[in-house]
């Protein structure tokens, strides 16, 4: 089900191809340019109501959620569309033609660089794409630029597998292992991930300082899921890290964080 947004929605390409624009006669003798994306398979499985805007394909996951909330902080316009799961939607020719991975979140942006479309997936390649078209999110300066992309590479290379692991052993179908070292395998690494975390941000108000970035977009939905959904708080040790807790607790209050985590909904 397709859900139209304040500023967005959502929506999915294949092989990019410059998009074919019309033109349409409106009041008062305008005219209005509209993208054409039917030639994007993506766009007969999820429409697209809004083809000028960002389309995004997505849940609310923790990679998922990275790039709603980028694209509510930015004002970015987009458009969203539920990929559901239960139907394996993720696994239809429409949505494989996006992303052969198969996973969520992806990306169709119609104006991409030279005005040309640019289909993305992976949640760290987009965040860095969104934050370099909106100007956004990201320093300017050349060093600091870097340092906020290594922080980004820490969650995708470590906070998120880490973390999704110690989820799978500790509420889903792990838990059921009797071999414990598994799971006790990830709460180890997990609190050393958030040890490394709360060392950082001693003395900082984000991840890089006084600077909101991308880093923290990329971190923060992955902490909020292990002391929340995961229920792992306790097991990790989580009231140990009190800078990460303070950063989380800044984070989860921001308005654009709020209408993020929302979208789309869960029963859309």
């Known amino acids: 089900?397709?859900?139209?947004?304040?500023?967005?929605?959502?929506?999915?390409?294949?092989?990019?191809?410059?998009?074919?624009?019309?033109?349409?006669?409106?009041?008062?003798?305008?005219?209005?340019?509209?993208?054409?994306?039917?030639?994007?398979?993506?766009?007969?499985?999820?429409?697209a109501l809004h083809p000028d805007r960002i389309q995004l394909y997505s849940l609310p996951t923790p990679n998922g959620v990275k790039v709603s909330i980028a694209l509510e902080e930015t004002g970015v316009p987009y458009e969203v569309h539920r990929v559901a799961f239960d139907t394996n939607d993720q696994l239809s020719p429409e949505f494989l033609s996006l992303n052969?991975?198969?996973?969520?979140?992806?990306?169709?942006?119609?104006?991409?660089?030279?005005?040309?479309?640019?289909?993305?997936?992976?949640s760290g390649a987009i965040l860095l794409y969104l934050a370099e078209k909106s100007g956004q999110l990201l320093p300017q300066d050349a060093a600091r630029r870097y340092e906020t992309i290594q922080w980004v590479m820490f969650q995708?290379?470590?906070?998120?597998?880490?973390?999704?692991?110690?989820?799978?052993?500790?509420?889903?179908?792990?838990?059921?292992?009797e071999d414990k070292?598994?799971?006790?395998?990830?709460?180890?690494?997990?609190?050393?991930?958030?040890g490394v975390l709360d060392g950082h941000?001693?003395?900082?108000?984000?991840?890089?300082?006084?600077?909101?970035?991308?880093?923290?977009?990329?971190?923060?939905p992955w902490v909020r899921t292990v002391v929340g959904f995961y229920?792992?708080?306790?097991l990790v040790?989580?009231?140990?890290?009190?800078?990460?807790?303070?950063?989380?607790?800044?984070?989860?209050?921001?308005?654009?964080?709020?209408?993020?985590?929302?979208?789309p909904p869960l029963n859309a």
């Open 1 to 47: 089900m397709d859900l139209l947004l304040p500023r967005a929605r959502e929506c999915l390409a294949s092989q990019p191809r410059a998009p074919r624009t019309v033109q349409t006669d409106g009041s008062n003798n305008k005219r209005a340019r509209m993208i054409d994306l039917s030639a994007f398979p993506v766009t007969r499985k999820w429409p």
């Open 100 to 122: 052969p991975n198969n996973k969520i979140p992806a990306i169709l942006d119609p104006q991409g660089p030279g005005g040309k479309p640019l289909a993305l997936f992976e």
């Open 156 to 177: 995708m290379g470590g906070v998120g597998p880490m973390f999704g692991q110690l989820g799978f052993f500790h509420k889903f179908a792990g838990k059921d292992y």
């Open 181 to 194: 070292r598994p799971r006790d395998r990830y709460v180890a690494e997990s609190k050393r991930l958030l």
């Open 201 to 220: 941000l001693r003395g900082r108000a984000w991840m890089m300082g006084d600077d909101y970035t991308i880093a923290d977009i990329a971190i923060f």
């Open 231 to 234: 229920g792992a708080g306790e």
């Open 237 to 263: 040790g989580f009231d140990d890290f009190k800078e990460v807790k303070r950063v989380l607790d800044a984070f989860a209050a921001r308005p654009a964080v709020v209408r993020g985590l929302a979208i």
